[in-house]
């Protein structure tokens, strides 16, 4: 079992920066894929960014290529989202998850594991 933690969402003005920090309660997860996925009200779940733990090659939605960035922390365990230039848009909860057997993990139904996500709200 993989539990995930995520933290560090909250109120922005557009144009900010958040960073969101999801932590691993494994001593590792090598051989996973990290994912971010975002959900607004009314809307399904959308897939922002993914990680390769082991070599850390990262994939990201079109929507947020070049604002956002995936990374990971091995000595914490810690996968973050690092978000700026945001909009009104991004506006979601945002979720962290593991799979271990995803590919590229665009697609929720790779993932196993999941936080409870952490709020974004992007507003003037």
């Known amino acids: 079992q993989v539990q995930l933690v995520e933290s560090g969402g909250g109120l922005v003005q557009p144009g900010g920066s958040l960073k969101l920090s999801c932590a691993a309660s494994?001593?590792?997860?090598?051989?996973?894929?990290m994912g971010w996925f975002r959900q607004a009200p009314g809307k399904d779940r959308e897939f922002v960014a993914s990680i390769r733990w082991s070599g850390g090659t990262s994939y990201y939605a079109d929507s947020v290529k070049g604002r956002f960035t995936i990374s990971r922390d091995n000595a914490e365990i810690t996968v973050y989202l690092q978000m700026n230039s945001l909009k009104p848009e991004d506006a979601a909860v945002y979720y962290c998850a593991a799979g271990y057997y995803a590919r590229v993990g665009a697609f929720p139904n790779e993932y196993t594991y999941w936080g409870q996500g952490t709020q974004v709200t992007v507003s003037s």
């Open positions: 494994v001593p590792t997860l090598s051989g996973y894929i």
